[in-house]
């Protein structure tokens, strides 16, 4: 039996008669309670449908017997699963039949010797006592009790009188000498009510069960029959090392990768999980299945045996998988293979999903952004691609760079506004897809056009004075809507490079970096022809540009010279750093023969940036470049771009998506690695472009107004300031006493090696993921790794488990906080995890839901239930097909609002007479109801899930 947990506070009990309160309820409910002294509670509790009457009648002065009271407990509670037994005075026909088989079940009554209930006979006050405190839980305490009359309590109920008492929940009847308890008195159905009313604010949520907190247990990849950290007796290594037990093999299978299977992977230490707010699974860390991978059909097979995890239509093919080796040739090579999805043949931007597996095949990690609603998009267009194309245009020729270019081809032309623009978009190459877009996850998944720019320079403004000239091109993506009710809208544009703008520098004077680089010149050029590196200048306006590359690099009134010099040194020691100690050939990693590594210096405005369609680097004035930081920076963001896969045919779609936590790491990254490549000892350890003027204190985020924690977290545009939150995790964790025995150098492998493992889309939770598995892999013990897990929880960036559910009466449920789910997907999300959208059938339901999941939020929040009525308006129904016996509809609702409201939620709200916190409203599909914030959806399994 799953009983209530006692927590009751200040509960006291009183049975004489008391004048109620006024208090604002439905009146008139019953024909025989108008002027009783408990009316309103009356009223008030039946129209909760808690207590009901006969014929229109409550017969308040009645006695209350044993079904009448059972049947109010059942109401409260929920009591869920009946017993299956008989008894000698139930009958299947009476109406209490199934009420007292669910009570007895719960262990609130049990049949006497001669298996009789008794369930007319009318309660005292002691044995109601004894019912409501099994149904409380509360343990019976033996003694005798301070009452007055306590000789009279019967021996079997004493204990539960005094139980009572001692918590402060009876006073009693106030009498000469003391207070009477009056146990063997018959108490009426009125005084029941008022006992309950008083008694209504105290029921609680059963127990949980208990939360499941992971050992993180990195395991070793033997074949030994057992999984052990693998580390060594002075704590250097794995996690035996920290006196870890051996986990046996066994419970890993070749079989199906199930919740429940992943759950008992947990309990048992074996792997860890990474989950986001709605309960997805990011990240497994650990060895989850005993298949072996060493092709993309291998990885195929182990992805598609977790299905039930991922979607119901999930399904994986070889062709869907891209697969890279990292650290060949030393114990910690390891394949990744990277899952980029299509949906009836159209691809999909985000939804990856990478499976790591070491250099004998066995499974050590899976880092998921796998989104399960791609599988219900509607791949149909209603606009062409020339349509999207037109938008994007239109949008495009409404910017001040294309307007002023226009009025300067019209001008030295004659041609007309409309010649002139057809002149300039035949000279823009364009070309345009269909994908799906699934890069936001608070977003639904939808199909659009993709459409990328690009051109030539052209001259946008010219200075007679010394003969310098501004350029612009067009590089720039758009996502327009397909399809839908914003078709024909646009869903995002954005340049194509990945950059930070710079403040003014304290000085201009920079290094010759004498010593260190070699210049070669072919007149145009600085040149490092054994690296591949071309140095040059250009004169262009940020924005949607690319270089010019034939301005002659050598001019010197403008000090042109030093600058190249520090380019090209400096990109030099990015280049042989990576290279070097981290593997990493190139920018590409030799992916593209021949390919080459160009930057220009001396752009107008004050950024630095590497440009993902022109493959090419960019320092702007003043002097960005001559930052080993900030060369390293943008350098890395390069090579993430050749690390995180989309389309091996077309790199310059590769790297992080466009939305808010992959842009912001993206940027992290770069910080990052600069710093690491950088290696000061210094103040500037940790600051950011500090030898221009520093942007950003990865150890001190308020020092530039940064947010520090994950709940501080902006919005997409904020991704330079975003990108601190992840820089102060990292500063932490490399700067943590534990873990001081590691140098800069490994720390570097590390954040390397993690890049491997993320999705496009990668939340900031599954670099969390990436980082401690590449840990692991460079032997980092159990108390290492919980070093870096406990500073990673410092910044917000958690893990968010949510395998355990919360138990209430044999049912579980678990809250998911989507905030922009609609009804039908998250009955969707409910249904393929094994459960449904939480139904509630009784007000004990509703007390446990709202104390549970909703009690603690504001006003106007609210939750997806499983009720409906999109079959037939008025008849509403439960997903999971329970009885609609129970409904606490706020004043007024449901009221259809425009035919359009079929789907219910819960709220919060604040009331002073109402039995609950909470209401329930009726909500369109999408649930856009003006006064409303939707917070997430409750599911719910007939078993553990």
Not at 314 to 320: G, P
Not at 573 to 580: E, G, H, Q, T
Not at 873 to 897: A, H
Request: net charge negative.
């Amino acid at each position: 039996m799953k009983k209530m947990t006692a927590l009751i506070v200040s509960l006291v009990f009183f049975f004489n008669t008391v004048a109620a309160p006024s208090l604002k309820v439905l009146a008139g409910v019953f024909t025989d309670t108008s002027g009783h002294s408990a009316e309103e509670y009356i009223d008030k509790w039946a129209s909760k449908g808690i207590v009901v009457g006969y014929n229109g009648k409550f017969n308040p002065d009645a006695n209350v017997t044993k079904a009448e009271f059972s049947s109010v407990l059942n109401q409260l509670f929920g009591y869920k699963t009946p017993a299956s037994r008989t008894f000698a005075d139930v009958n299947s026909t009476d109406w209490y039949y199934s009420i007292i088989q669910k009570v007895v079940a719960n262990g609130i009554i049990e049949p006497d010797a001669s298996n009789r209930l008794y369930p007319n006979k009318a309660l005292t006050r002691g044995e109601v006592f004894a019912m409501m405190s099994k149904a409380f839980d509360i343990e019976p305490v033996s003694g005798n009790t301070s009452f007055v009359d306590d000789s009279s309590i019967g021996v079997e109920l004493k204990s539960y009188v005094k139980a009572l008492q001692d918590r402060g929940m009876i006073v009693g009847f106030p009498v000469t000498g003391g207070f009477e308890v009056r146990a063997n008195t018959l108490l009426t159905r009125a005084q029941m009510i008022i006992v309950l009313d008083k008694a209504y604010g105290t029921l609680v949520s059963p127990s949980p069960t208990p939360t499941i907190t992971p050992s993180p247990i990195p395991p070793s990849n033997s074949n030994s029959g057992y999984y052990s950290g693998g580390g060594s007796s002075d704590g250097s290594g794995g996690g035996s090392g920290d006196g870890q037990p051996d986990i046996p093999a066994s419970l890993i299978t070749d079989g199906p990768i199930t919740l429940d299977y992943i759950t008992n992977l947990v309990n048992n230490g074996i792997i860890d999980i990474i989950q986001d707010d709605i309960g997805h699974i990011l990240v497994i860390n650990g060895t989850f299945t005993s298949n072996i991978v060493k092709s993309e059909a291998d990885a195929a097979k182990v992805l598609n045996l977790a299905k039930s995890l991922l979607g119901d239509a999930f399904s994986a093919t070889a062709a869907d998988l891209s697969s890279q080796k990292l650290n060949e040739g030393t114990s910690t090579e390891a394949s990744f293979y990277r899952y980029t999805p299509t949906i009836n043949g159209i691809p999909v931007l985000g939804s990856q999903i990478v499976l790591e597996a070491d250099r004998d095949g066995v499974v050590n990690s899976l880092n998921n952004t796998y989104d399960f609603r791609i599988e219900n998009v509607d791949t149909t267009p209603t606009i062409s691609s020339d349509d999207a194309l037109q938008i994007a245009v239109s949008d495009i020729f409404s910017k001040d760079e294309a307007i002023k270019l226009l009025d300067n081809i019209v001008s030295s032309s004659g041609l007309s506004i409309g010649d002139a623009r057809n002149q300039l978009l035949s000279e823009i190459t364009s070309g345009s897809s269909l994908v799906i877009y699934a890069v936001v996850r608070d977003a639904e998944p939808e199909l659009v056009y993709e459409i990328e720019f690009s051109s030539d320079t052209f001259v946008i403004e010219s200075d007679v004075v010394d003969g310098e000239e501004t350029y612009i091109s067009f590089n720039v993506t758009y996502h327009v809507y397909a399809n839908g009710v914003k078709v024909g809208t646009v869903l995002d544009s954005y340049e194509n490079f990945d950059g930070e703008e710079r403040p003014t520098a304290i000085q201009d004077e920079v290094s010759s970096h004498s010593g260190y680089v070699t210049i070669i010149t072919d007149g145009k050029n600085f040149i490092d022809y054994l690296r591949g590196i071309y140095i040059h200048r250009t004169e262009v306006k940020m924005g949607w540009n690319e270089p010019n590359l034939t301005l002659p690099i050598l001019t010197k009134s403008d000090g042109l010279n030093n600058c190249g010099a520090s380019a090209l040194a400096n990109l030099e020691k990015v280049y042989d750093y990576y290279s070097d100690v981290l593997g990493h050939k190139s920018i590409d990693n030799g992916k593209v023969p021949g390919l080459q590594i160009h930057a220009s210096i001396g752009y107008t405005e004050n950024k630095a940036y590497w440009h993902n369609v022109n493959l090419e680097f960019a320092f702007g004035k003043p002097h960005n470049e001559r930052g080993l930081d900030t060369v390293g920076h943008e350098y890395t963001h390069a090579v993430i771009q050749f690390v995180i896969l989309a389309n091996e045919s077309n790199y310059k779609q590769d790297g992080f998506s466009y939305s808010r936590d992959s842009r912001a790491l993206g940027e992290a990254y770069g910080d990052i690695m600069g710093s690491l490549i950088e290696n000061k000892t210094d103040e500037g350890r940790w600051l950011v472009s500090e030898d221009s003027k520093a942007v950003k204190n990865m150890a001190n985020p308020s020092q530039f107004s940064h947010p520090s924690h994950y709940s501080k977290i902006l919005g997409i545009k904020d991704t330079q300031k975003n990108s601190v939150i992840f820089d102060y995790a990292a500063y932490k964790i490399m700067t943590d006493s534990r873990v001081s025995k590691y140098d800069t150098k490994t720390w570097a492998k590390i954040f390397y090696r993690s890049i491997y493992g993320l999705p496009r889309d990668a939340t900031f939770a599954n670099a969390r993921g990436a980082v401690i598995r590449a840990a692991e892999s460079y032997g980092f013990s159990y108390n290492e790794i919980n070093s870096i897990k406990e500073n990673f929880d410092a910044v917000g960036i958690t893990s968010n488990d949510k395998v355990g559910a919360v138990e209430f009466y044999g049912h579980y449920y678990k809250n998911f906080s989507s905030g922009l789910m609609t009804w039908k997907d998250a009955a969707l999300y409910c249904k393929s995890m094994g459960g449904y959208l939480a139904s509630i059938t009784s007000f004990g339901e509703e007390k446990f839901i709202e104390e549970k999941f909703i009690n603690n939020n504001a006003n106007t929040i609210y939750y997806w239930l499983g009720g409906t009525d999109q079959d037939q308006e008025g008849v509403w129904r439960w997903e999971s097909g329970e009885p609609w016996n129970y409904t606490n509809w706020l004043s007024g609702e449901p009221n259809n609002n425009a035919n359009l409201e079929h789907y219910l939620g819960i709220w919060a709200s604040n009331p002073e007479d109402n039995l609950t916190k909470t209401f329930w409203n009726d909500f369109t599909n999408d649930g856009s109801t003006p006064g409303f914030l939707r917070s997430g959806f409750i599911c719910e399994w007939n078993r553990r899930p």
